[in-house]
Nanobody, 122 residues
Framework: QVQLVESGGGLVQPGGSLRLSCAAS????????MDWYRQAPGKQRELVAA???????NYAEAVKGRFTISRDNAKNTVYLQMNSLKPEDTAVYYC????????????????WGQGTQVTVSS
């Protein structure tokens, strides 16, 4: 029904930047919050940043001041601009969306992307 496709991951040196994108497609009426999570090897998945449909944002302490989340509601796309990257930012980054599928009947579900690898290393 709904697919989330991420792009923009890769290998970058410490201090570098990357921009992740996540485009949602399918039977979407509207999207509530869109989020980025990450999971490093041997660790639990953690929330990195979130943005509501009204563009209210929230960040994990570890990325505040370095990462910026934004969204284009017309394109059902969320972005994560990552600056001043550190080796500890290395992880698989996942996009997540809370989607309203229809209003009559009211159907709502959440979806995950397949993940994109971000590696920060010299």
């Amino acid at each position: 029904q709904v697919q989330l496709v991420e792009s923009g991951g890769g290998l970058v040196q410490p201090g570098g930047s990357l921009r992740l994108s996540c485009a949602a497609s399918g039977s979407i009426f509207s999207i509530y919050a869109m989020d980025w999570y990450r999971q490093a090897p041997g660790k639990q998945r953690e929330l990195v940043a979130a943005i509501t449909s009204g563009s209210v944002t929230n960040y994990a302490e570890a990325v505040k001041g370095r990462f910026t989340i934004s969204r284009d509601n017309a394109k059902n796309t969320v972005y994560l601009q990552m600056n001043s990257l550190k080796p500890e930012d290395t992880a698989v980054y996942y996009c997540h969306a809370d989607v309203l599928l229809s209003i009559v009947p009211r159907r709502r579900n959440d979806y995950w992307g397949q993940g994109t690898q971000v590696t920060v290393s010299s």
